[in-house]
């Protein structure tokens, strides 16, 4: 047995405050009835007492001891009921004294006499057990007209103690025959009690990254156990999305690695056995390569980002950045790349929004947002940016009047490696991670991101920043 066990101690507690529940218990029952025993004798005692009393004072004057004695043997018959009577009159005449009892539970003439508090004046009876004659006596003093009379009856108490010295045998014998039961009893019932946290616990021992989709068994007692194994199922179930998304996540990576590197391969392969190219041929096929490189560096670098993000780096260099100034130098920046595709890019809302956060993941934001606005709208187009800052937060929208997305892919275009039309976003060089890193960037700043998109009209990102993460710069003219 196991004495650390919570099943011992609790079994063990429970013995010891039984055992004293017990022990209380029997005690009060033998104290109990002692007393109501005793008291019962008291009562009967005093009755007889005032029999004998009657006889003194009722006796006449001329009244002899004897006559005296037989009258209250005639009345009492102390023998015959187990009963000491002893009369004597003041100073020292026995006028009468019972002889033994039936019973031969004392001896008459052995009994010593009580000492009364007065013993010139009539005062309180008292009364007294003698257990060496198992008595218990009353003592009276009775003033009459024939004298002061010192009246002292007595009763043997043998029956009495005999029912105590039963009562005793019986709680000695029962109250170990109790206490190992309760032992017995309370450890059972803990153990019974712990069953179910032991299943949880075996059922826990086979869980492995292999068979997260097992549970452990809800145990129905409305109480903290079916709290903690539903909430344990809860985080198992977390657990298993978390693990299922990184291995997606790893199976898209690989698979989106692959393509590229399959491209160069085959490519560099032609050219090994390719000897008689020219010049300008060979400047185009290793331009292709070049390309598909490209776009494995921009992959690379998007998991890369990806997985900075999700170990929690941004959190590290926070400062207070105007969304307003970093978005008008990021469209400066990308101007180039809009005006080569003939697409009008709209400053002409963007309003002073100063947030806290890291500089360089917020304008990964723009950029992304940016460019998807360009390359997903046609020439002619125009892609609008607006910055603003109320009492609710900052806003930093980019909309555009491009091809829009369908309502059906709306919900999964923050999804890692999701892409509307996959060929045509690959020939452009889109990996799908986009808009992913844009999510990532939004939750670590405690953001929300929301499309508006419909086909052909065009589509509008809005991130919503908390206005915990405003700082004290309010809405302001214009920066642009
Ligand atoms: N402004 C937009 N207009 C129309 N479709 C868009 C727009 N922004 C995103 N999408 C659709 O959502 C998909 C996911 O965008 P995301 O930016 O994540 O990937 P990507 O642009 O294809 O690749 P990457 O950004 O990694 O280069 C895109 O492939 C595109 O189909
Ligand atoms: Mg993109």
Same mark, same amino acid.
Request: proline share 0%; charged share 20%.
């Given at each position: 047995m196991n004495h650390r066990s919570l099943a011992f101690r609790l079994g063990a507690w429970y013995t010891l405050l039984l055992s004293a529940t017990f022990v209380l218990v029997g005690t009060g029952t033998f104290y109990g009835l002692q007393h109501f025993l005793r008291s019962n004798l008291r009562d009967s005692l005093s009755r007889r007492s005032i029999q004998v009393e009657q006889i003194l004072m009722q006796a006449p004057l001329d009244a002899t001891n004897g006559s005296i004695a037989r009258e209250i043997d005639t009345r009492l018959a102390p023998e015959f009921n187990n009963r000491f009577i002893r009369v004597t009159r003041e100073p020292a005449t026995l006028i009468y004294r019972s002889g033994r009892p039936a019973n031969r539970s004392f001896d008459p003439s052995a009994v010593r006499a009580i000492a009364v508090m007065n013993a010139t004046a009539a005062s309180a009876p008292v009364t007294e057990v003698l257990g060496d004659q198992h008595l218990m006596i009353r003592t009276t003093l009775i003033d009459t007209i024939t004298g002061k009379y010192l009246l002292e009856l007595g009763t043997s108490i043998e029956s009495l103690q005999a029912t105590l010295d039963r009562l005793l045998d019986l709680l000695a014998l029962l109250l170990p025959v109790l206490i190992v039961c309760a032992a017995g009893g309370g450890y059972w019932l803990v153990s019974w009690a712990l069953r179910p946290v032991d299943r949880l616990s075996q059922t826990a021992e086979q869980m492995s990254l292999q068979n997260l989709a097992l549970r452990l068994p809800v145990v129905p007692s409305g109480d903290a156990l079916e709290r903690l194994s539903i909430s344990l199922n809860t985080m198992l179930g977390r657990l298993r999305d978390s693990v299922q998304t990184s291995r997606r996540f790893l199976a898209d990576a690989s698979h989106e690695l692959r393509t590229p590197l399959t491209v160069i391969k085959g490519e560099l392969q032609e050219l090994i056995h390719e &000897? &008689?190219?020219?010049k300008s041929e060979l400047r185009e096929r290793v331009g292709s390569v070049l390309e598909e490189v490209g776009r494995l560096e921009h992959l690379v670098s998007g998991l890369l980002v990806l997985s900075r993000l999700d170990a929690g780096e941004t959190q590290r260099d926070w400062a207070d950045v105007d969304l307003a100034e970093l978005a008008l130098s990021t469209a400066e920046q990308m101007r180039l790349m809009a005006e080569d595709r003939g697409i009008a890019i709209d400053l002409s809302a963007l309003r002073k929004t100063v947030i806290r956060g890291d500089q360089a993941r917020l304008k990964q934001i723009i950029v992304n947002l940016l460019d998807n606005a360009i390359r997903f709208t046609p020439p002619g187009g125009t892609v609008a940016l607006r910055t603003a800052a109320d009492d609710t937060g900052g806003v930093l929208e980019i909309s555009d009047t491009g091809i829009g997305i369908p309502s059906s892919s709306i919900p999964h275009v923050f999804d890692r490696f999701f892409r509307v039309d996959e060929g045509r976003s690959r020939e452009d060089g889109g990996a799908g991670l986009g808009l992913a890193i844009v999510k990532s960037i939004c939750s670590a700043h405690g953001a929300e991101i929301e499309v508006q998109s419909s086909p052909d009209c065009g589509s509008c990102f809005r991130v919503g920043f908390p206005?915990? &993460?405003?700082?004290p710069a309010a809405v302001e003219a214009p920066a642009a």
């Open positions: &000897s &008689s190219l020219t206005r915990r &993460s405003i700082a």
